[in-house]
């Protein structure tokens, strides 16, 4: 039996923010499509090392994000060196294809159903493996999508404070939207794709945990698909997270009725149209966690502050705050690259935790500091963990009231004490002479 190892690189976390990880969707996704007959090896470098000895006949490499590229790259450099076929695929491959095929064997663009990477893997097997696997925007039939396999994680790694954190689904995929900082829409045409709901009804009841992350880009595409999609999960009883959601009177009451707990909101300016969205969503149960892009040309030291003090009054329950990053194919990126305001292509602070251009009405200095005020401000009377577990304690209140509450099963003390010890620190210094690829 051929063992693939199905690897997923080490990103930095926001340092502002408290570390947990989340189980990693792309590649549960690319499981469900690995033929039965390979033995999967799963490595998710956010929360384990690379065993010195993994026994891999061949490796799938997937990279979500820009800032995973410089890890890849060493870890492609380690496996080939011992002769080892590395196959690279997810979002970020797609996005800086050139450069990841110079460092891996294979490239895979696009996405991974209807038996586009079990074919990949049987040119694999016979010696024939092609430098590029070209399917981007040609998109496999939405059915072909089946069940993510979760069983390839080890859940106990995905937890916080010993408590088991989301599991993710996704109950459709592309957007229609083209939003300034964003990639979705080169990555999937504009074209939004929603799965056939008893598949997504089917997936969510297999999943053994109550709560959920529904990962898809946008809850705002489709008013129609949205109230069939509520209405089909209800009896589930699941409780929820997701993306944000259309700001309407009664998808924003069935979403709450199907058991959503809180959605991120994009807050980009202290207006009334956002005050009452937060509102609306509050009004209904639904708790808020705020992302906040900072650095936009209309924002200056001034502006910032006036956003904090307003998420503050309007009490969002939690804030999460970025840096504007020049991601690859992204619409700023074309006009920032026009006005020549990009500062560097290092991926590795590509993490929207740094500054990568210049700002409009700041020095990128003036930025940065104004990113590590706005998290220091915003968490200042009220700390991180206490806002993160009253939104836990929201969750919690909802079960209760459901039925669905089971009291959590803490993770063995050993593995949260090593979890707990090393929070903030970098991947070398917590892994050191564990990890048998080395760091530059
Ligand atoms: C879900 C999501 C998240 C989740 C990730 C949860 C997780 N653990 O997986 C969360 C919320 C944590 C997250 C965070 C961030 N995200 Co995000 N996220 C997404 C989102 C919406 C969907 C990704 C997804 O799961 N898709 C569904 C899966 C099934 O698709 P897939 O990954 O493409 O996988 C398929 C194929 O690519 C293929 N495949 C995957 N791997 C491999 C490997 C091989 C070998 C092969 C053959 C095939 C293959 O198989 C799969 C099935 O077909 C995307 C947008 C998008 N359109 O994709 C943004 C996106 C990836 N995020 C983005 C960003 C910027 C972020 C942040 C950095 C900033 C932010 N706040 O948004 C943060 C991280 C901050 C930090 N440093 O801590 C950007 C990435 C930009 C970039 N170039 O780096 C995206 C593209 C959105 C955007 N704004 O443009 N994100
Ligand atoms: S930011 Fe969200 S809504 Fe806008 S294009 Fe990207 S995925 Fe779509």
Not at 150 to 165: A, F, N, S, V
Not at 225 to 248: T, V
Not at 359 to 365: G, H, N, Y
């Amino acid at each position: 039996m051929p063992k693939i190892g199905l690897i997923y690189p080490k990103w930095p976390k926001l340092p502002e923010q408290t570390e947990f990880h989340l189980p990693p969707h792309g590649p549960v996704c690319l499981a469900a499509t690995i033929p039965e007959d390979y033995e999967i090896i799963f490595i998710d470098e956010n929360v384990e090392p690379i065993p010195e000895n993994i026994d891999v006949d061949v490796v799938a490499l997937s990279m979500m994000l820009t800032c995973q590229i410089p890890r890849g790259k060493e870890i492609a450099k380690h496996f080939r060196k011992k002769g080892i076929k590395v196959i690279s695929g997810g979002i970020a491959t797609m996005l800086h294809a050139k450069e990841v095929s110079t460092f891996v064997d294979s490239v895979f663009l696009g996405e991974a159903e209807d038996g586009r990477f079990e074919r990949t893997l049987r040119d694999w097997e016979a010696g024939k493996l092609k430098p590029i696997y070209d399917y981007f925007r040609n998109h496999p039939p939405i059915e072909s999508i089946g069940p993510a396999r979760r069983d390839i994680l080890k859940k106990e790694l995905y937890t916080y404070r010993g408590i088991r954190m989301v599991d993710l689904v996704h109950a459709s995929r592309g957007c229609k939207f083209n939003c300034f900082p964003c990639c979705t829409a080169y990555l999937g045409g504009r074209v939004f794709r929603p799965r056939p709901l008893d598949k997504v009804v089917e997936e969510m009841a297999q999943i053994d945990n109550n709560r959920l992350f529904i990962v898809d880009n946008s809850l705002a595409q489709d008013k129609k698909w949205l109230l069939e999609l509520f209405e089909a999960i209800k009896p589930l009883k699941k409780k929820w997270i997701s993306h944000p959601m259309l700001d309407d009177e009664e998808v924003i009451s069935k979403a709450a009725e199907a058991g959503c707990w809180y959605v991120y909101q994009a807050v980009i300016d202290t207006s009334e149209v956002i005050r009452d969205r937060i509102k609306r969503l509050k009004d209904h149960g639904i708790g808020v966690e705020a992302a906040v892009l900072l650095g936009t040309d209309n924002q200056d030291e001034d502006y910032i502050k006036r956003l904090v003090d307003f998420l503050l009054e309007i009490d969002v329950d939690m804030a999460e705050f970025t840096i504007l990053t020049p991601f690859p194919h992204t619409p700023i990126t074309a006009k920032y690259e026009r006005e020549g305001r990009i500062l560097h292509k290092d991926w590795s602070k590509y993490t929207t935790a740094e500054v990568c251009f210049i700002p409009k009405r700041m020095s990128p200095e003036k930025l940065k500091e104004m990113y590590i005020y706005a998290w220091r401000t915003f968490y200042k009377d009220e700390p991180q963990e206490l806002k993160m577990a009253r939104l836990f304690f929201k969750v919690v209140q909802k079960e209760i009231q459901d039925g669905t509450y089971k009291p959590a099963r803490l993770t063995p003390r050993r593995r949260w004490t090593h979890l707990a010890q090393n929070q903030n620190k970098t991947q070398k210094e917590e892994y050191g002479n564990k990890v048998s690829i080395s760091f530059n």
